[in-house]
């Protein structure tokens, strides 16, 4: 007779994510993923597939979460460039904890499909928001009109990616605040 699942799948996705986040694919071992989700390796295997499967099972997870929460700073503020600035702090102040999408895509590249489709969706999603708020702010005289939308997005998201690794090389909050800060005023 088969045995119920005795773990919270959830949860024990979660806890990969911070074995990921830490060590990428290749430098987590099974061993690892199984002591930090507290479950045994066969319950990983039955219940996620292979290590490559969980891996972008919990790369699509720590996407979605962070699209979230970008958007929800894009969006908090009433006035747009609030908004992006707010989004920019966030990184900066979360930026000493690994980030699984910009780990991932130093891991990889675009060699896994599969992978890849999952970091276009979030991007897809994000630069969406990203640029009707860019779009707002310039309507409102804050950021500068003449720029593309597009290309103003593409830069601040090239700098979040720049400011979580300049913090994974060892920057600190001063010179992560002033990435932030100067990637603002280039388009204001």
């Not at 959830?10 to 002591?35: C, K, N, P």
Request: with cysteine; hydrophobic share 45%; net charge neutral.
């Amino acid at each position: 007779m088969a045995r119920n699942k005795e773990f919270d799948r959830e949860q024990a996705l979660d806890d990969a994510i911070e074995v990921f986040r830490e060590h990428g694919f290749e430098g987590t071992s099974t061993q690892m993923l199984v002591r930090a989700m507290k479950i045994g390796r066969q319950s990983l295997y039955d219940t996620f597939g292979d290590k490559w499967k969980l891996y972008c099972l919990a790369v699509e997870r720590y996407a979605a979460a962070e699209t979230e929460a970008h958007i929800a700073m894009l969006r908090g503020a009433p006035r747009a460039q609030d908004g992006i600035r707010a989004m920019m702090d966030r990184v900066v102040e979360n930026a000493s904890r690994a980030c699984l999408g910009v780990n991932s895509v130093c891991e990889f590249g675009q060699n896994r499909p599969d992978l890849t489709a999952i970091h276009q969706a979030a991007d897809r999603r994000l630069k969406h928001a990203a640029k009707q708020r860019i779009s707002e702010a310039q309507a409102q005289g804050d950021l500068d009109a003449t720029l593309s939308t597009e290309e103003t997005a593409d830069f601040l998201f090239a700098n979040v990616a720049g400011i979580r690794i300049a913090a994974r090389g060892g920057a600190g909050p001063k010179e992560l605040k002033a990435l932030a800060r100067i990637a603002l005023r280039v388009v204001t």
